[in-house]
């Protein structure tokens, strides 16, 4: 046990020195006051907060292999593609490019649970005309319906992390007041210490586990609802494609903490009031015992190419949500500013007037 003398300033890191006046240890530096029991007291939230994150996980896998599949591979952009024997796979989802039959599929585990399509490819494309819908720039008939038509659904392979998170967090927080008298503003901060401890639990954390499915498109289709999340079986493959995971479990691993993490902090973060500005110090999160398993989300995917450029839209295949780029029409840009600008003179000379 050191002397409380030892201790340095909690909001300052500066050295601190007992003040007979008040009975209380002061910061020379930030002039910061402080009790015994209050020093003693954060000195012993320190010393056991331990350092950064610590994150542990099992497998929840049942890590049988999948048969009676075909693999086809993209020569283009190598997705690896699993598709029941009785369906013909002929173009790739992500790049639109020919797949070639490599044979029986192989080396990959079946998936321990699956969210099955909800909607249909009509439903999908009825999601993404919407969703073109009412963007002035975009060029006509963007999305045909033999555009639509094209779509494939996909099953996309991912982890779903659960982990019980116990953490510490320290905010540095701001209080600040602003007065003035007849000579000067003043601006007067104070800062604080905000200590936080709790246990949050996290069910189906999902992180992507293929590298041809851009994080960025998944993100923009999430959230998936996970009531209807159900025991793997290979009928619901029928008539579509199921993604062979690239990415394995524990290259994906950072991202799941990450989001732990980032959502601790937010949880925790919004029990914080009555502050001008709330920013975490440091951040403590043990999760023993988290488990993963290997679950396929279905997506609707098009591929078309407008101006020799590609352009890939996702739908979520269960919520209907859709993300994706859309193109600009050059000559349509300008019919829409030059409008503007148009409108704009127009008023103006209105205005004069
Ligand atoms: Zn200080
Ligand atoms: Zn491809």
Redesign the pocket.
């Known amino acids: 046990m050191s002397s409380i003398l030892e201790y340095k300033?909690p909001?300052?890191?500066?050295d601190?020195k007992f003040d007979s006046s008040s009975q209380k240890f002061r910061?020379e530096?930030?002039?910061?006051e402080f009790s015994e029991q209050e020093l003693n007291e954060i000195h012993d939230f320190e010393e056991n907060f331990g350092e950064g994150t610590e994150y542990k996980w099992e497998s929840a896998q049942n890590n049988e292999e999948m048969t009676g599949m075909n693999e086809y591979i993209c020569q283009s952009c190598a997705a690896h593609l699993a598709v029941d024997e009785t369906t013909a796979a002929g173009e790739c989802p992500y790049c639109g490019s020919p797949v070639i039959m490599n044979g029986q599929l192989s080396g990959m585990n079946t998936p321990d649970c699956v969210i099955p399509f909800k909607l249909d490819k009509k439903a999908a494309g009825e999601a993404l005309k919407a969703f073109c819908k009412g963007k002035p720039l975009l060029p006509s008939n963007f999305v045909s319906d033999n555009k639509i038509k094209e779509m494939k659904g996909v099953y996309v392979p991912f982890w779903l992390f659960d982990c019980d998170a116990d953490a510490n967090i320290v905010y540095d927080a701001t209080k600040v007041r602003h007065w003035s008298d007849s000579n000067y503003n003043y601006t007067e901060t104070r800062h604080y210490n905000v200590y936080r401890s709790g246990n949050i639990g996290f069910a189906n954390i999902p992180v992507d586990g293929s590298s041809k499915m851009d994080d960025a498109y998944m993100d923009g289709i999430e959230p998936y609802n996970y009531a209807d999340m159900t025991d793997f079986n290979p009928g619901y493959l029928l008539g579509y494609m199921a993604d062979k995971y690239d990415v394995d479990a524990e290259k994906s691993f950072p991202r799941a903490e990450a989001r732990v993490t980032q959502s601790t902090e937010d949880a925790f973060r919004s029990t914080v009031h009555g502050y001008t500005t709330v920013v975490p110090k440091m951040t403590n999160v043990k999760a023993d015992g988290g488990k993963y398993r290997y679950a396929l989300l279905p997506v609707w995917i098009l591929n078309t190419k407008y101006n020799g450029e590609n352009f890939m839209f996702a739908v979520n295949g269960q919520m209907g949500k859709v993300s994706g780029k859309l193109p600009i029409d050059k000559k349509k840009f300008w019919l829409f500013f030059g409008g503007i600008a148009a409108a704009i003179i127009a008023l103006g000379q209105f205005f004069i007037f």
């Open positions: 300033c909001n300052c890191a500066s601190i910061c530096s930030c002039d910061a």
